[in-house]
């Protein structure tokens, strides 16, 4: 009975020493997948590691160009931002000039504001100025209109303040406008005193600039392709990268502290 009884148990003890010591087919597909994802990775990164030295020049002279692009469109864009906003400046004092001009005489505030508009057309100030020309027309305030404009010039909030304090306390607009009109052109001579006397350090900015290409200059006159050893090395493209952001990193630097004596 004893024998029976093992005998029947002999065939269960198989089955889990079989499954213990044998995976089955969902786990040794697994096992499969993950060897395969394992060796597609070792594959990737070996690709990797073989292309990353051939295209490393060239991806150090792409990021050579477009840091020099990027700094030189900075450059631009902000000086045509500046002259724009002097520009801007000198219509806005014309502007008000005329308006003094005209309120001395006994014109209205709307006509003042219309004639000024209509003198100096295409410009931010004679579209806000014609905006509150039609608010003054049909019984509105002036100072909201301004005060919508003021995003795209920054100097029509002097003149909002001044019309906003006439409307509140009933105060005549011509000094208030003559006082808006001599405060640009305070600014404007300041701007103009300043850039006259920063003339001497742009000057010195823009030489620091260029010593790297008398650098370069001096190295062809002594026999020493310059431009061929930046450009066909790897060394040589790290080379040029750092210079390139140093001088970038200089012009701008030197742009915003001169930006800042100015304004």
Request: charged share 15%.
């Amino acid at each position: 009975m004893r024998q029976s009884f093992i005998g029947e148990l002999a065939p269960l003890i198989v089955i889990v020493l079989a499954s213990a010591w044998v995976p089955p087919a969902p786990v040794r597909r697994i096992q499969r997948r993950k060897s395969s994802s394992t060796s597609a990775r070792f594959v990737l990164v070996g690709a990797v590691l073989l292309v990353a030295p051939l295209l490393a020049r060239y991806v150090l002279l792409f990021a050579s160009a477009l840091v020099l692009l990027a700094a030189g469109w900075k450059v631009f864009r902000d000086m045509q931002k500046e002259r724009r906003q002097q520009q801007q400046r000198q219509t806005l004092s014309k502007m008000l000039g005329m308006c003094v001009s005209e309120l001395r005489c006994g014109a209205s505030l709307g006509d003042c504001l219309e004639h000024a508009a209509q003198q100096h057309q295409y410009e931010p100030a004679a579209t806000a100025f014609a905006a509150a020309a039609r608010s003054l027309h049909t019984g509105g305030g002036a100072s909201a209109q301004l005060e919508h404009y003021c995003e795209q010039m920054p100097d029509l909030r002097t003149v909002a303040h001044c019309w906003r304090i006439a409307e509140r306390h009933g105060i005549a607009m011509a000094p208030l406008l003559e006082n808006a009109e001599r405060q640009l052109r305070a600014r404007l001579h300041h701007r103009q005193r300043t850039n006259a006397a920063m003339q001497g350090p742009k000057a010195t900015a823009a030489i620091l600039c260029a010593l790297p290409l008398v650098g370069m200059l001096l190295g062809a006159a002594m026999g020493v392709n310059v431009p061929q050893l930046l450009v066909s090395s790897f060394i040589g493209n790290c080379m040029l990268l750092i210079g390139i952001v140093l001088i970038s990193s200089g012009l701008l630097w030197t742009q915003r502290i001169i930006r800042g004596a100015t304004s």
